[in-house]
């Protein structure tokens, strides 16, 4: 089984730039998650969404919307990249919304 | 928001040593999970603990869930080169329906060869 993945691995922008990061997941989970990786600033919660057809915010969802395409995908975007925007980003999925399974990450850089 | 925090932040030993590592709150969780983190991966669910008092073992790395639930700690005996990584602990938010994990900062282990 692949679990989670997630498209691109990598990715620079230019401030003002919009792009668009993919998460699929095979394992029929109902629940999938976006988080961004600082340095010291440990993982946070961007977007998440309980089930197929509903989203709700995070800790820190300004300036990116999601969208659940379907049980498998849930895609994270950026309208407007800014530079604060520079993270790792890491989708998850859950079948009971404790136990979390995570993708490989999205190493993004905002300039 | 319930808060995990994680003691000590960095540690450096040697191939061969022991150690703990603490994850600590002020709220009284259901279940908590450890993750391991490899540099350039996501984190990788290694145990999730549920009963007060619980002790799990994974080859040379035990978890511990404190007997009131607000606590655990893992220890890694005669550590190597492979548990290098970013080691979280993770728990539930409470209240109903909630399907969002708090998740520490980590302990960041480096063990030399």
């Known amino acids: 089984n692949a679990g989670v993945t997630q498209t691109p691995k990598f990715q620079v922008l230019k401030t003002g730039q919009s792009m668009t990061l993919q998460c699929a997941q095979d394992m029929n989970h109902n629940s999938m998650y976006w988080y961004r990786q600082d340095p010291g600033m440990g993982l946070r919660l961007i977007y998440y969404?309980?089930?197929?057809?509903?989203?709700d915010k995070g800790e820190v969802p300004n300036g990116y919307n999601v969208s659940r395409l379907n049980k498998r995908e849930f895609s994270l975007r950026l309208e407007s990249a800014a530079p604060s925007q520079t993270s790792v980003y890491f989708c998850?999925?859950?079948?009971?919304?404790?136990?979390?399974?995570f993708g490989p990450g999205t190493r993004l850089t905002v300039l | 928001t319930q808060l995990l925090e994680q003691s000590p932040q960095f540690l450096s030993i040697q191939e061969g040593e022991n150690l703990t590592v603490y994850c600590n709150s002020s709220s009284v969780f259901s279940s908590l999970q450890w993750y391991r983190q490899e540099p350039g991966e996501g984190p990788v669910l290694l145990v999730t603990v549920v009963t007060g008092g619980e002790v799990k073992k994974l080859k040379r790395l035990t978890f511990q869930f404190g007997d009131a639930r607000k606590d655990s700690s893992l220890h890694i005996t005669a550590a190597q080169p492979g548990d290098t990584g970013l080691y979280l602990c993770?728990?539930?938010?409470?209240?109903?329906?909630?399907?969002?994990?708090?998740f520490g900062k980590g302990t960041k282990l480096s063990v030399i060869p």
């Open positions: 993770a728990g539930p938010e409470s209240g109903a329906g909630s399907y969002q994990l708090t």
């Open positions: 998850a999925s859950s079948a009971t919304g404790d136990e979390q399974f």
């Open positions: 969404s309980a089930s197929e057809g509903t989203t």
